[in-house]
Nanobody
Framework: QVQLVESGGGLVQAGGSLRLSCVASGRAFDNYAMGWFRQAPGKKREFVVVISENSDNEYYTDSVKGRFTISRDNAKNTVYLQMNSLKPEDTAIYYC???????????????WGPGTQVTVSS
């Protein structure tokens, strides 16, 4: 089992920044690729970004490229999401998730955190 807990969400004005963190406990963190997903009210959960186990590969959804950056610190069992130039359409609950295979497909993720709310005001 892997337990995930996100933090760092909040309310920010458009153009501002937030850094989300996701701390993992349980089985070896560095055995898992880590992804961030988000779900806005009334919408389906969507992929945001994934980073491979050793940080060799990263994949971003087009809408956040150049604004969001994922990173991980395996010594701290933590993955981060730096979000810059935030837009109102980034408003959502953000979830981190762990998978054995670097993928953008939500169904292939084994473990999920409870989520953290990000609200961007215009």
């Amino acid at each position: 089992q892997v337990q995930l807990v996100e933090s760092g969400g909040g309310l920010v004005q458009a153009g501002g920044s937030l850094r989300l963190s996701c701390v993992a406990s349980g089985r070896a963190f560095d055995n898992y690729a880590m992804g961030w997903f988000r779900q806005a009210p009334g919408k389906k959960r969507e992929f945001v970004v994934v980073i491979s186990e050793n940080s060799d590969n990263e994949y971003y959804t087009d809408s956040v490229k150049g604004r969001f950056t994922i990173s991980r610190d395996n010594a701290k069992n933590t993955v981060y999401l730096q979000m810059n130039s935030l837009k109102p359409e980034d408003t959502a609950i953000y979830y981190c998730a762990a998978t054995r295979k670097t993928t953008i497909i939500p169904g292939m993720y084994d473990y999920w955190g409870p989520g953290t709310q990000v609200t961007v005001s215009s």
